[in-house]
């Protein structure tokens, strides 16, 4: 039984608790006037474009408070309200967990990001969900740019005790993920997870790897990869979302893993991103754990992030 406290649900709300307690400052001192006006609307959007919300949803959030709402008092918890209900509005239709439907198998799921972003620890956070699905999963660790992200990679798989095929610092990235391809087929694996480099400094370089990539699993099953999950750090706040723009460009990018959002008052930023990019988004990791990331509930992330409820 899950203890007290413990739950996932608890555990988004504490960790997301940065960014409520961020937007709540931003909003001092906006409920002192008798009524709402337009110097108040002004100062609403102002305040959530700095909470990381972006643009687009502090004008949603101001158009519906303007409905109606003049000459009339404006409270903090109505506010918050107003502003879960349209951050809600925004995830639904982006929230959606990865689905294992490939056939045939395996379903390849090229992962990409920044060095730094937390993207092999993802893929070890993503093998696992998948595992507690009972899917057979295999890792391949493209990212041969450097012996760190192989050599963790490595210990990750070890860990969960799965198959994974590696190679050595400066291999050819394009060649393993043949050589997994080839094995995760002959073995009956479902999913194969494939790290990449992470590297923008030279955007044509991974942009050739990734073409190279492609090219060789299009040989090998002309679906592949079925995914392409582009891995974010929510402590890079509005960096994210050049990111996304770059990552869209080199590696056609088909959904979105956000982490880190406990660690941060910028966890708005995944609601700009939702907003900007309409992109899938499957998961959201809310701590160090190997099962601190799982799909999100847009109604239970929406009020987590405007602070309107906790769970108990």
């Known amino acids: 039984m899950t203890e ?21 400052e931003n909003l001092t001192g906006l409920f002192t006037k008798a009524a709402l006006d337009e110097q108040t609307l002004d100062e609403i959007e ?26 009339r008092e404006l409270t903090e918890e109505y506010l918050r309200e107003i502003i879960a209900e349209e951050i809600e509005k925004v995830l639904a239709p982006v929230a959606r967990p990865l689905e294992i439907e490939a056939f045939p198998r395996p379903q390849v799921i090229l992962v990409i990001g920044v060095n730094g972003s937390g993207k092999t620890t993802t893929i070890a956070k993503l093998a696992n969900l998948l595992l507690e699905q009972d899917y057979g999963v295999m890792l391949a660790a493209g990212d041969t740019f450097r012996a760190a992200a192989i050599g963790q990679l490595k210990v990750w ?4 005790g799965i198959p994974i095929v590696a190679g050595k610092e400066g291999g050819d990235a394009a060649g393993i993920v043949f050589d997994a391809v080839k094995q995760a ?12 480099a992470g590297r923008l400094q030279n955007k044509a370089e991974l942009m050739d790897e990734l073409a190279k990539i492609r090219r ?3 040989r090998l099953n002309p679906a592949a990869p079925h995914d392409v999950v582009l891995v974010l750090d929510a402590t890079t706040g509005q960096n994210a979302l050049s990111q996304i723009e770059v990552f869209k460009e080199v590696a056609q990018v088909t959904g979105l893993v956000m982490t880190k959002l406990d660690g941060t008052a910028r966890g708005g930023v995944l609601v700009a991103a939702a907003e900007k990019y ?9 701590g160090e754990k190997i099962e601190d990331l799982r799909p999100f ?16």
């Open 185 to 196: 087929t002959a073995t009956g694996i479902d999913v194969l997870i494939v790290d990449t």
């Open 278 to 286: 309409r992109l899938p988004i499957h998961a959201i990791g809310v």
């Open 216 to 218: 060789v699993l299009g």
């Open 46 to 71: 102002e305040a959530l474009i700095v909470s990381d919300l972006g643009p687009a949803m502090a004008a949603r959030v101001r158009d519906r408070l303007s409905e109606g709402r003049y000459n």
């Open 157 to 160: 798989a070890e860990r969960l």
């Open 4 to 24: 007290p406290g413990n739950s996932w649900r608890d555990r988004l709300f504490g960790g997301l608790k940065r960014t409520s307690d961020k937007l709540g």
């Open 297 to 312: 509930d847009p109604t239970d992330m929406a009020k987590a992030i405007a602070g309107t409820a906790y769970a108990r």
